[in-house]
């Protein structure tokens, strides 16, 4: 579909006068057959006053929305002290909040509306700008990138929104009574299925999910009180592997049992003092035990002295031993922890490799973990390593010439890798045999994500920061060049309250049959991203057309399998689950082949007794059968344990083995029948003889 097309389908009617006039400009570049310093200047202009319209709008709808939720805020606040002041009379409340509710809907329909039209506008501009620089000689994207930043109308920063209409919304929905439950709730906990599941989400769809959820659930805030700060939400990783093995990316590749991840944590700016020594062990399914992260608190002072083995763990915890503000056995726990950590980093010569930092919004009832969601945005993965002859975190635990400052404008491009989508992460905990909530169904199934199961960010990090040296790579990554945007499948996205209609306009706002460069590969987005400054967020991303999504497996959009290779000189791991049916199954089908075996060899036995040259034939015939069907079943009994040890997505079912085993079985049958009748025919023995008499 041609943008401009798209644009006229997808504006906000009571805003039509305000959006850019994409078909007037792109008239402009039509009309003048010789484009010279008039014409330009004449472009210029009209270019101008779109912008400047655009620019006014926006900022005047930001203002107006940022009075309705102050306004709305006080409304809720006395609501609130009105129905605890009178509670016997909560029913003759129902009908404020129920308003109140309306009118905070409104405004996030709102704040919705205004984000797509930043992000139309913004995607307008970048395309007309770009046809101008193909059908002209006049270069004018880095001008016009100038006049942009004096006039940032797509520089809003939408999170404190959503923070504050997360609170009053769940203010109201609870009617004054926020839910305060407990990590039991619903049920025992050995009653409960767990379950993780992690999804992509494209740029242009990050504010659009975060209006959805916050509906549902509020947004986790740690300290209430304290005034929003977008540094607040950063969470920066430091993971350790040994870089002559990368045996821990391996193992969490492999998913094998027992397999480690060891990191290093802090939440916040790099003045945080509090680091987070954690270890992730995978367990399989089949072990009956669950996969467990384990963490405990360090001085940011005191880490590089533990990993170097210099302090002991028993020191790490003597002050709180003294202090006795925790159980002795919670104590001895996280020092038994300690030891086994410094243990394993000294032991395996674990040194830190890559970085991960990303803001989280995570949206949870406070105590209650039944449905948990979060979404990381602005993710990015560093190297740490010393490798290549640079030093980076050199004898420190971490690099220090970075901190929180996205998207890190000073390293250099192989040195970091900016993550093109955001990372919806959904926890769940139903009881057993019970179906997670519609609205977490709807939203999962939704064009607004793409699923990508076991997804994670140390283990695409290391994969994209070290291509030299990691030969074993996810199977998501020979598709990140592809388009995860999706058409609108079912009605689902912000509604204002009244509307008849789904009013999301989430899609692929890109397409232009105008333009025959458009296809450009998301990596070079990615370079653009930080090289000009001018993204919005949400952020308009540009890419060819004809994108399909990238489920698993990836389907084209005409319906065809996608197939992808790895690059020269790397292997795509795909993920396979083993649990011990699989091996005891292969076990079985040896037996039964060796049973199959034996049963021949009986047969051939027995044929020897008859003592002639025919029954003496055919019991070599049976033998020789027996035989290779024995060998046969023991080469592909080992070849399958071997694969099901390596955990190689191969094709386990035998085609052609029992059908040649049958095949040769009953030529041995037809063959030793047919010679016995026909040399019953030459005397009176035999079958022919008997019948005879």
Request: with cysteine; net charge neutral; aromatic share 10%.
């Amino acid at each position: 579909m041609r943008f401009g097309q798209q644009l006229k389908q997808s504006l906000n009617k009571e805003w039509i006068f305000y959006y850019i006039d994409y078909e007037g400009l792109k008239n402009s570049l039509r009309v003048h057959h010789i484009w010279d310093e008039k014409s330009e200047q004449s472009f210029v202009e009209q270019l101008e006053k779109e912008l400047e319209k655009v620019y006014t709008f926006q900022r005047v709808k930001a203002e107006e929305i940022i009075r309705r939720i102050a306004a709305s805020e006080k409304e809720v606040n006395d609501a609130v002290a009105r129905s605890q002041q009178a509670p016997e009379q909560a029913e003759s409340f129902e009908e404020d909040f129920d308003l109140l509710e309306e009118d905070l809907s409104d405004i996030i329909a709102d704040v919705h509306d205004l984000a797509k039209f930043t992000q139309l506008n913004y995607t307008g501009f970048q395309k007309i700008i770009k046809k101008h620089d193909k059908n002209t000689s006049w270069y004018l994207k880095p001008v016009f990138a100038a006049r942009l930043k004096r006039k940032p109308f797509f520089q809003d920063n939408y999170d404190s929104y959503v923070v504050k209409l997360s609170r009053l919304y769940d203010i109201v929905r609870t009617r004054g009574n926020p839910v305060k439950g407990d990590a039991s709730a619903g049920g025992k906990q050995q009653n409960f299925v767990r379950q993780t599941t992690k999804y992509w989400v494209h740029p242009d769809n990050i504010l659009e999910l975060k209006l959805i959820v916050l509906k549902h659930l509020p947004v986790l805030v740690f300290n209430p009180n304290k005034e929003f700060n977008e540094e607040d939400s950063a969470i920066t990783s430091i993971y350790f592997d040994n870089t002559e093995t990368w045996e821990l990316y391996e193992g969490r590749l492999k998913k094998t049992e027992g397999a480690e991840a060891i990191r290093l944590r802090w939440y916040g700016g790099m003045s945080s003092d509090t680091i987070f020594i954690e270890r992730k062990t995978h367990r399989e399914d089949w072990t009956g035990e669950e996969s467990v992260k384990a963490r405990f608190k360090l001085k940011e002072k005191n880490v590089n002295a533990y990993l170097r083995g210099e302090l002991r763990p028993e020191q790490i915890f003597e002050k709180e031993r003294r202090e006795q503000k925790r159980p002795e056995k919670d104590i001895a726990s996280d020092e038994q922890l300690a030891r086994e950590i410094q243990y394993r980093v000294l032991t395996r010569k674990l040194e830190p490799v890559t970085r991960s930092f990303y803001h989280r919004t995570a949206f949870q009832l406070p105590g209650d973990a039944r449905v948990r969601i979060s979404l990381d945005t602005e993710l990015t993965m560093t190297r740490e390593d010393n490798l290549d002859g640079k030093k980076r975190s050199g004898d420190n635990w971490r690099r220090t010439d970075i901190g929180v400052d996205w998207p890190f404008k000073q390293l250099p491009k192989e040195d970091k890798e900016l993550f093109p989508y955001a990372v919806l992460e959904v926890k769940l905990q139903t009881q057993a045999g019970g179906e997670p909530p519609q609205w977490i169904r709807d939203l999962t199934s939704s064009h607004l994500v793409e699923a990508v199961p076991k997804f994670s960010k140390y283990i695409h990090g290391t994969a994209t920061l070290n291509p030299k040296r990691i030969h074993l790579i996810p199977y998501w990554y020979p598709q990140m060049d592809v388009d995860i945007r999706k058409p609108v499948t079912h009605k689902f996205g912000i509604e204002r309250p009244g509307a008849s209609n789904d009013i999301s306009t989430s899609g692929n706002l890109d397409d232009d049959s105008d333009d025959d460069d458009d296809a450009v590969e998301l990596p070079l987005e990615r370079e653009a991203f930080v090289t000009h400054e001018i993204i919005p967020k949400p952020t308009p991303t540009d890419v060819g057309d004809g994108g399909f999504s990238l489920g698993v497996p990836t389907w084209k959009q005409q319906g065809e399998v996608k197939r992808f290779k790895a690059p020269k000189g790397k292997r795509i791991h795909v993920p396979v689950r083993v649990e011990p049916k699989v091996q005891l199954a292969t076990e079985r089908t040896f037996l039964s082949w060796l049973e199959f075996s034996i049963l021949i060899g009986s047969i051939a036995a027995t044929l020897l007794n008859f003592g002639d040259s025919l029954a003496f034939a055919a019991a070599w015939a049976f033998t020789v059968i027996a035989c290779i069907a024995l060998c046969y079943s023991a080469g592909l009994y080992l070849w399958r344990v071997n694969k099901i040890k390596e955990r190689r997505a191969v094709t386990y079912h035998d085609r052609w083995g029992p059908t040649l085993l049958c095949a040769g079985l009953f030529f041995a049958v037809a063959m030793s029948f047919g010679f016995r009748v026909a040399e019953g025919g030459g005397g009176e023995g035999g079958l022919k003889g008997d019948m005879k008499g």
